[in-house]
């Protein structure tokens, strides 16, 4: 497609000098029905009324070969999905961060908690940019900084000896660690001495107390192994699993000293603050009284090691919008330490999860979310009896469409909008939803399996695309697809999942639409068959290729 905006391009530019090729293509947008390519000239600011400057691009102007559009835009899916250069599909790939290196922050839920909703907006949100910025060249080390170190471990150190067993630690390190930690913190609210136990062992953890640091090193090896679990069922993978335990002293002494010959350390109690109230941030406290650090320290220091360790181009937090005061002190007091690479973070924030619970109105545990929506798409599934026996795996393939569900609904909209969690819609096979989407890419599937006499194709050239030419319905399709590169491009610059979600329904609502004209079972004109098959085989390809870019798994069968 890119192909016709540049040519698209180059006229107005030759009509309109004043403006360079790379400026008018720069305004060259896709159109809406019946209308391919739209350019809105008043964007430039040219001198002249609008009306004029469009008449004088528009003189001799003679329309591209619509046959050809549909030849080139199904002949680059083709070629780049099953004869890429690297052996791997590449479609909608480009080079933009070639040479680059991101690291990525997410997830980054807290040990001895079970993996909470909470931290699923930072997963979701994550694991599509991780895999944005790789389809995009750059290179990506994903991160997951556990929250691992902290009072909270001194409340489990002192709780496990009284309500700690090793027995249910084996069976679910996570669930048994929260447990004792709800147990602790029951006890804490009503005998303040708990708390200041509490605190006590955490002060040992930071001195480097043997006898607690063992058992905590205990806790987190088998919580990560639980979390890695968890992972692989959202089909998410980190590069690296590190935490706040893992940050050095060495930075945490030295963000002090140097923010205390700054002059913007005050001391409040024996506390640490640094003054931010120049830069509208308020106060944040850097040290506690009794000398153990805090997570803004912790994260200062953290930051600093990573950039010795990679040296990247740019480091991003994904983290809920409640943090951004948080996130915004951190970056100044970075600034202020006079690093060259401050400004090359960023934060990407999101709103909240709203109401998501079990559908009997408990808990919020990620786990038993998704097996519930499994269990509801299991039911579903097996309503229609022929196609669940011919489903290899159902248990699996329900759970992939559960996991769908939840992962549509939450980047459905622009991601920094809070969004009401609803058990109906997200798994729905109606409307634009999970569930709906896993069927369009399954029903376009079983085109080859359901036509296996014209198969293997003959090679593209052999095709005739101009039997397609007339139909609206292709014309929409293949307009749809030679979009893609522009919409991966697009989220690049905006970090919205939402715009490639909404791509995905287009997509899939325009198959939808073809399916009774341009028919292929049952078409006797075998030359028109293998054309219109060979489209939405290209329409799958695509399809696939966005849906794993939000990290989601295409199915076969369901």
Not at 216 to 239: G, M, P
Not at 491 to 513: D, M, N
Request: net charge neutral; aromatic share 10%; glycine share 6%.
């Amino acid at each position: 497609m890119d192909a016709f905006r540049v040519a698209i391009a180059k006229r107005i530019s030759d009509r309109l000098p004043q403006l360079s090729v790379e400026q008018a293509y720069s305004g060259v947008d896709y159109g809406k029905k019946g209308v391919d390519f739209t350019v809105a000239l008043p964007r430039f600011r040219l001198p002249g009324k609008p009306d004029e400057l469009a008449k004088s691009v528009l003189e001799d102007f003679q329309p591209d070969d619509f046959i050809a559009l549909i030849r080139e835009v199904l002949n680059q899916i083709h070629t780049l999905t099953h004869d890429s250069p690297s052996a791997k599909p590449s479609y909608g790939t480009n080079t933009i961060g070639l040479g680059k290196k991101l690291v990525i922050e997410y997830s980054s839920p807290n040990i001895a908690k079970s993996f909470h909703v909470g931290h699923l907006r930072s997963t979701i949100i994550g694991a599509f940019l991780a895999n944005l910025y790789k389809t995009c060249g750059w290179e990506v080390v994903s991160m997951n900084y556990l929250g691992d170190w902290g009072t909270q471990f001194g409340m489990i150190a002192s709780g496990f000896e009284k309500y700690g067993s090793n027995e249910e630690l084996s069976k679910n390190a996570i669930k048994h660690l929260y447990d004792v930690y709800v147990r602790v913190t029951k006890d804490a609210d009503a005998d303040p001495d708990v708390k200041a136990e509490a605190a006590r062992m955490f002060k040992r953890m930071e001195d480097g107390d043997e006898s607690v640091l063992s058992r905590w090193r205990e806790w987190r090896e088998l919580s990560i192994a639980k979390y890695i679990e968890e992972y692989e069922r959202l089909n998410v993978t980190f590069d690296r699993y590190t935490g706040e335990s893992q940050v050095g002293k060495k930075w945490m002494d030295t963000a002090v000293e140097r923010l205390d010959e700054l002059g913007l350390i005050s001391d409040s109690n024996g506390a640490k603050l640094v003054d931010l109230e120049k830069w509208k941030l308020g106060k944040a406290v850097l040290r506690k009284a009794d000398g153990t650090s805090i997570y803004l320290t912790r994260d200062i220091a953290g930051a600093i090691e990573r950039w010795e360790k990679y040296q990247f181009d740019k480091m991003i937090y994904v983290v809920a919008s409640q943090q951004d005061l948080h996130l915004a002190q951190f970056f100044q007091i970075l600034k202020l330490m006079q690093f060259p690479w401050a400004d090359r973070l960023e934060h990407v924030n999101y709103g909240l999860v709203l109401g998501m619970s079990t559908r009997k109105g408990t808990a919020v545990f990620l786990d038993q979310i998704i097996k519930e929506a499994s269990s509801v798409m299991h039911d579903q599934m097996k309503r229609n009896e022929e196609k669940y026996n011919a489903i290899e795996d159902p248990e699996y393939v329900s759970q992939e469409v559960g996991i769908t569900g939840i992962k549509i609904q939450d980047m459905a909209a622009k991601r920094i909008n809070n969004y009401t969690f609803n058990w109906d819609r997200m798994l729905s096979f109606e409307g634009d939803t999970g569930p709906y989407l896993q069927y369009a890419h399954v029903r376009l599937t079983s085109m080859e399996r359901k036509n296996p006499e014209l198969l293997p194709l003959p090679p593209p050239s052999q095709i005739d695309t101009s039997l397609l030419a007339q139909s609206g319905h292709a014309r929409d399709i293949a307009i749809l697809l030679g979009s893609y590169p522009d919409v991966v491009k697009t989220a690049l610059k905006t970090h919205e999942p939402s715009g490639v979600v909404t791509f995905a329904f287009r997509l899939a609502h325009a198959i939808s639409s073809a399916w009774e004209t341009l028919v292929v079972k049952g078409e006797q004109d075998v030359e028109k068959a293998r054309a219109r098959l060979w489209l939405y085989i290209c329409a799958r390809d695509v399809l696939g290729a966005a849906m794993r870019l939000l990290s989601i798994r295409p199915l076969e069968r369901m």
